[in-house]
């Protein structure tokens, strides 16, 4: 089996301070973030924006900080988000490719989220494929639909997308596809042979999601975007779930790689 690849999640669009302290909001907050749980064992790093007021954004200059501070302090794979329900405009959900993150998430399928639907039209999908191809940017193919694989298929099919693509499965969404270990199973049988894959599994649904996914022999992502808790009622940080996982990782005897070992699982050009 491969050595697993972890991928750490500090923020995403959703929590807040008053959700959870822990949540890292500004550039400064991701960049120490980063350096702990780059510590604790990730390999890769993913992050949206946030303004001041804590709201998500696609702020261009937030997300050169972050990678700047992360490259200067860090060998993590730095991996922007794409994402926004509420902007969409293509090219701004697309422009900070210029700045050559390692990877960028790439949404290749529309899905209903619990706050309303989240767009991500087919030809938008693909005008994304090729920029992030154009700037030598991996992407991360999100699933949040068994559809969304097969759309995913058809950009790599196309040559939009470098080998080996790299599908990660989002579980535990409401209104979305829920987490069974079955529809893990049934998203697995739907991958290309040298595919490589990842798990998300969102609130309860992180800890199994993450866990069997070192099992079947897929990456796991951890992280408050997910997730704000440790267990029943008490809040996480993200350097402890990192943390969590590497233990797991060890019991389960699957390795754990650096980052430079999952730059090279992933072909991934820029740094
Ligand atoms: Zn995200």
Request: glycine letters at 8%; one cysteine or more.
């Amino acid at each position: 089996m491969d050595k697993l690849i972890i991928t750490v999640a500090p923020n995403g669009s959703v929590p807040t301070k008053e959700t959870t302290p822990y949540v890292a909001i500004t550039a400064e907050e991701v960049i120490e973030d980063g350096i702990k749980c780059w510590e604790a064992g990730a390999s890769i790093l993913h992050y949206h924006a946030r303004d001041k007021d804590q709201k998500p954004c696609l702020d261009y200059d937030y997300f050169a900080r972050v990678m700047e501070g992360l490259r200067k302090y860090t060998t993590l794979i730095v991996q922007m988000s794409t994402g926004s329900r509420l902007v969409q405009d293509r090219d701004a959900r697309v422009r900070a490719v210029d700045l050559k993150p390692d990877m960028m998430s790439l949404n290749v399928g529309s899905i209903n989220f619990p706050l309303g639907p989240y767009i991500n039209k087919p030809e938008d999908a693909e005008y994304w494929a090729g920029k992030m191809q154009e700037y030598g940017v991996k992407p991360e193919i999100e699933c949040f639909d068994a559809s969304h694989i097969e759309a995913g298929v058809r950009l790599w099919r196309k040559g939009l997308i470098d080998d080996p693509p790299f599908f990660d499965f989002v579980l535990g969404v409401k209104n979305a596809l829920s987490y069974t270990p079955q529809n893990m199973l049934n998203l697995i049988n739907m991958l290309p042979a040298d595919a490589r894959w990842n798990c998300i599994g969102v609130g309860r649904a992180q800890l199994p999601v993450s866990t069997l996914g070192m099992i079947l022999g897929g990456h796991s992502r951890v992280g408050i975007e997910d997730n704000i808790y440790y267990s029943y009622k008490v809040l996480a940080t993200n350097a402890q779930l990192v943390g969590r996982a590497v233990r797991l990782a060890n019991e389960l005897q699957r390795e754990v790689a650096t980052p430079a070992e999952a730059r090279q699982m992933l072909k991934i050009k820029n740094s």
